[in-house]
């Protein structure tokens, strides 16, 4: 046959077979197959939620098994919010994957982030799936990319879920070579754990943001709302300085424990597994004031220190005068302690430390900052 019923006929057996091949998502249970129209209970669309990948032993197929949603506290502090809504802003507006990698220790604050994209995702009907397992290969890709739809994938401890060969593996997923769009999260502790070839390479890896402990502001928020005795905000904010990385976990424990037992910030400090650590290159500059005045020849040659204000005590011996205006001058050296019971003072930036004695003697330790390359410094 000719004519226009002959290309009815065909337009509409076209249709028919592009029908037949669209993906589906069979739900059975509280899991959902991708597969085809072979079910009452079928799916065109995946409902925004959380899934984790499983397996189906017999059949050797993937299928998403519904888990809850992640749930966050009524406040948010410090700029996840912002980050996550930039963040999704580039998602929405690049044509395929974009990857992000955020790494920092535990309680930083990247999971929080992590969880805040799959939030805030699920109001933009964006389904996430959790990775806890490591899944990589030709079947996991084609599992992966079989669901059309915008989709998170997060993949918490990244370097310890994946070993080095794993990896690998997961470099064709992340390169963007795929049609669907997937927005790629990868948490880990350990940067230098993760495969050379994600770093500073934007095609796989668009963004990449690294915790390094609270900053002063964020301290200052959470205190305000939660500390009762506010009067020793600036403590914790100048406490907080003398780590490496003073986490979110650590604030909210050592805020816990003033509040329960009206303590100071070092007294709760005494009891709880929050004590700062120093690399051999911290050290802090001394100043000793004696009536007054600055005492000039003291015990510290080159005027270092090295150590904890926090928990050790201070020893500085200084030379003092016992008479003058005679043709040989009669000297002495006079010892002075200070202990941690005699801080008076910490500034905002944790990196100024006063002593002061009952008779007036005062020890300022100043930390001295890191040497170390900057590649902004070039600018």
């Known amino acids: 046959m000719t004519g226009p019923f002959n290309g009815t006929i065909i337009k509409s057996l076209f249709k028919l077979i592009e029908k037949t091949q669209m993906t589906y998502f069979l739900k059975q249970g509280n899991s959902y197959t991708v597969s085809k129209k072979e079910s009452l209970d079928l799916h065109e669309h995946l409902p925004a939620g959380n899934y984790v990948i499983k397996k189906n032993e017999m059949t050797g197929q993937l299928y998403l098994e519904a888990i809850d949603k992640f749930a966050i506290g009524s406040k948010v502090y410090g700029d996840t919010i912002k980050r996550a809504d930039r963040i999704l802003n580039t998602f929405q507006s690049r044509p395929s994957t974009t990857g992000v990698m955020l790494t920092g ?31 990589c290969g030709d079947l996991f890709n084609a599992f992966i990319q079989s669901i059309e739809q915008p989709l998170i994938v ?25 049609p669907t769009k997937k927005l790629f999260v990868l948490t880990c502790n350990d940067k230098w754990r993760v495969n050379s070839h994600m770093r500073n390479r934007p095609g796989r890896i668009f963004y990449s943001l690294e915790y390094k402990g609270l900053d002063a502001d964020f301290i200052r928020e959470y205190c305000h709302d939660n500390l009762k005795a506010k009067e020793h905000i600036e403590k914790i904010v100048g406490i907080a300085g003398t780590f490496d990385e003073f986490n979110f976990d650590m604030l909210k424990a050592l805020v816990e424990e003033m509040n329960r037992y009206n303590e100071t910030p ?111 410094d070039a600018f």
Do not use: C
């Open 154 to 178: 997060i993949f918490d401890e990244f370097e310890k879920v994946y070993d080095e060969q794993e990896q690998e593996a997961m470099l064709t997923l992340l390169d963007g070579v795929y």
């Open 105 to 135: 220790e535990k309680g930083s604050g990247k999971t929080l982030l992590a969880k805040m994209l799959s939030v805030k995702g699920y109001e933009q009907d964006i389904p996430t799936i959790v990775i806890n397992a490591p899944w």
């Open 266 to 376: 070092q007294e709760a400090m005494s009891m709880l597994n929050t004590k700062p650590e120093y690399g051999d290159s911290s050290s802090y500059t001394i100043k000793l004031v004696v009536n007054g005045e600055e005492v000039k020849d003291t015990s510290y040659e080159e005027k270092e220190w090295h150590g904890n204000p926090l928990n050790k005590s201070v020893s500085v011996s200084y030379k003092v005068v016992e008479q003058e205006g005679t043709d040989e001058e009669v000297w002495d050296w006079e010892s002075v302690r200070f202990s941690p019971a005699e801080l008076k003072k910490i500034d905002a930036n944790g990196t100024k430390y006063v002593f002061t004695k009952d008779d007036g003697v005062s020890l300022i330790l100043t930390k001295v900052k890191t040497k170390g390359y900057s590649y902004w």
